[in-house]
């Protein structure tokens, strides 16, 4: 009750924001005015938990990028935004924080970046007039008398007020656009609001707007909805200002009126109608948001204005995701439908479109390379969102393709290959350019479970050429070829950059190098091996002497340059025996700045000894790929369960019966159904 009283006697009369209470500090700070409140109501704020939120809230904005703001200065951003949420600013709850999230984003963002009518490559952000974010509510009530003759906007607004009542949503949709050519009536609309609402005249056009829809004002349920207000405010603003020479001026535009529309989303009732709105403008976003950060020229000036305030740059993908994200956590916390979201087993409400804008924010985080932000999606739809099989297959196919690259990044190859297979598996066969992206990482990852491709899946259409790019891998590895697979996986071979283009040459050559020793234990011990007798209780046996003499041969050989290599029996010249097979310090790669550091004689300590062929062969009986033990004292591997087996099958068993014995088919983000693609044989086919 002490706290209530508290924060009842500080609003009074001087609790609202007005010019009058702009402090100082703000104003000098930012370039132009802001509007904030008596420095005494932050204090009122850091004294209950609320109001710690609220700090905590615009530290976290304040400290997302430079230059660092006083806090009175975010203190009076905050409170022009939050009364567009908040029945009393001074006492917001937590739902209402969170709504007004995105949009003091925004506004911090615009402040800091100083945007002027002087700087032409910058979007004029600084005034709440080119945010739509000033706190109209504050200031009096139109002269109705100023109101100009706007037949056709009046028009407009009336199908709007029409669609609202027949809850169209798709309808809405097609009205509200923003992607120009505007048709010839769009456009008389748009220079009516130019020359009778210039930027001034915002409190007119809201009066306008509330006048015009009164489903806004009080709506099915019998609650208002004045967050449609403000987005249509800022829809004409959009049309108003928009100038679609000047990208990065659109682009702030877009993320503030994709705010306002996902705010408009939360209304329980009549939310679900602006759904398809909120998804036709976060494809827009998207777009714009990627294809901006691609455009060096363009990115140029905000990248220096980082660097001047030193620190990091939050990207526009970046951005674009973190304002995309409050419509996908709206569309999650639906409580339309019953238990698990659906509906005679069909998404209900809101929740139709949680992967479509999952997907969207999934595309734009993997095309910026933020792929960590992804786990947030993934980890949310797994606990909350119906199941994947209720939604259309364009949608279960991308999805599961993102969900099985995450799963790839992250070295859980297994998983990603059951997310990837069933995206495969889903994809209609028409559709190769999709398709072939998924079957590159597909074979990426079943190559390194140890599971090869098979010919029937090098012959379709979305993996034409891709055998003359894994096959090579796939013999090495089978032939226990440790040259040639550190010279196929290697930064210098001249396919790198198609492997590297689609990051997958690093989880090659490093995860598939296991494999590659198991297949030349193999080798050697069908060569060398003691097979033993099935009938005595001696065990096959692998003399470890004879895979050091292997495996340093081969590494030899990966050492030298390709023209220094032995050719095969029946392509060598004669004068091939005068050419040395020993390597030289010259043909290891040494960093520049160590430079003439290794002695020649310490290129033979780079090849491998007794005491690295035990650790893993070691390794690999750890793993399961290798059955049997070594014998240390006599360095020799022991093959166990040979008289049941045989010897090669209990002593290297298969690769991916061995991992696939050791996972479930259970994986994170996905609550798994079965697929099935053409994978054929395994690494010892």
């Known amino acids: ?232 405010l800022q829809y004409f603003i959009f049309l108003r200002d928009v100038n679609m020479d000047d990208l990065l001026r659109t682009y702030f535009l877009l993320t503030v009126l994709v705010a306002r529309c996902n705010t408009a989303l939360g209304h329980p009732s009549m939310g679900i109608v602006i759904l398809p709105t909120v998804i036709a403008y976060s494809q827009i976003l998207s777009r714009l948001s990627i294809g901006l950060e691609k455009q060096a020229k363009v990115m140029e000036p905000l990248k220096r204005k980082a660097v001047a305030g030193g620190g990091g740059r939050e990207t526009l993908p970046e951005k674009a995701t973190n304002i995309m994200r409050q419509a996908f956590v709206t569309c999650l916390n639906d409580r339309t439908g019953g238990i698990n979201g659906l509906k005679d087993g069909k998404p209900a409400g809101k929740k139709v479109a949680i992967y479509t804008i999952a997907n969207l924010c999934l595309k734009i985080l993997f095309d910026c390379k933020k792929t960590r932000n992804a786990e947030t999606f993934f980890s949310n739809i797994y606990a909350q969102a119906p199941p994947l099989a209720a939604y259309p297959a364009s949608e279960r196919v991308t999805y599961l393709y993102y969900l099985g690259r995450f799963q790839f990044i992250n070295g859980h190859y297994y998983r990603a290959g059951l997310a990837l297979d069933a995206a495969y598996a889903q994809c209609l066969p028409s559709a190769t350019k999709q398709r072939r992206l998924i079957v590159i990482f597909l074979i990426t990852s079943n190559i390194i479970l140890g599971r090869f491709p098979s010919k029937a899946l090098y012959e379709r259409p979305e993996a034409e050429g891709l055998a003359e790019k894994f096959e090579p891998i796939c013999k090495a590895i089978a032939k226990g070829d440790l040259a040639t697979f550190r010279q196929l996986t290697s930064v210098n071979r001249p396919q790198a950059e198609w492997f590297l283009h689609y990051r997958i040459l690093l989880q090659l050559g490093s995860r598939c190098e296991v494999l590659v020793w198991r297949s030349l234990c193999r080798k050697v011990f069908l060569l060398t091996g003691a097979q033993g007798d099935m009938n005595s209780r001696k065990a096959p046996t692998l003399n470890l002497k004879d895979v050091v003499v292997a495996a340093r041969f081969l590494e030899q050989r990966a050492m030298l340059p390709p023209e220094r290599q032995a050719p095969p029996p029946g392509q060598r010249h004669t004068n091939w025996i005068f050419e040395s097979q020993q390597p030289h310090s010259s043909d290891v790669y040494i960093d520049p700045d160590f430079q003439g550091a290794l002695d020649p004689k310490e290129v033979e300590s780079m090849l491998p000894n007794m005491m690295e062929v035990e650790s893993v062969l070691t390794s690999l009986i750890n793993q399961g790929l290798l059955g049997g033990f070594i014998s240390h004292k006599q360095q020799k591997f022991a093959i166990q369960g040979a008289k049941k087996k045989g010897p090669l099958a209990a002593g290297f068993p298969n690769v991916w019966e061995v991992i696939k014995s050791k996972n479930d088919n259970e994986v994170p983000g996905w609550k798994v159904e079965g697929g099935g693609a053409i994978l054929g044989s395994s690494q010892d086919s």
């Open 1 to 232: 009750m002490e706290r209530r009283d508290r924060r009842r006697s500080a609003k009074g009369d001087d609790a609202s924001v007005s010019a009058d209470s702009t402090p100082p500090a703000a104003a000098s700070s930012s370039g132009g005015s802001v509007i904030g409140p008596d420095p005494s109501s932050a204090a009122i704020f850091a004294a209950d938990p609320v109001g710690n939120l609220v700090s905590k809230l615009l530290y976290v904005l304040n400290d997302a990028g430079p230059p660092l703001l006083d806090y009175l200065i975010l203190f009076a951003i905050y409170s022009r935004v939050i009364s567009h949420f908040a029945a009393d600013p001074l006492n917001p709850t937590e739902d209402e924080l969170i709504q007004a999230r995105v949009p003091l984003a925004a506004a911090i963002t615009a402040v800091k970046q100083g945007y002027s009518p002087t700087e032409a490559s910058f979007p004029v952000l600084l005034e709440g007039e080119d945010t739509g974010l000033d706190d109209v509510a504050t200031k009096p009530a139109p002269d109705v008398s100023e109101m100009p003759n706007t037949p056709t906007l009046d028009q407009f607004l009336g199908e709007i007020s029409t669609i609202l009542r027949s809850q169209d949503g798709n309808k809405l949709k097609d009205f509200l656009l923003i992607e120009p050519p505007y048709s010839p009536i769009y456009q008389t609309m748009i220079d009516e609001i130019r020359n009778g609402f210039p930027k001034d005249k915002h409190r007119l056009l809201e009066y306008k707007i509330e006048t015009a829809l009164p489903e806004a004002q009080e709506s099915a349920d019998g609650s208002s909805w004045s967050a449609f207000v403000a987005f249509m």
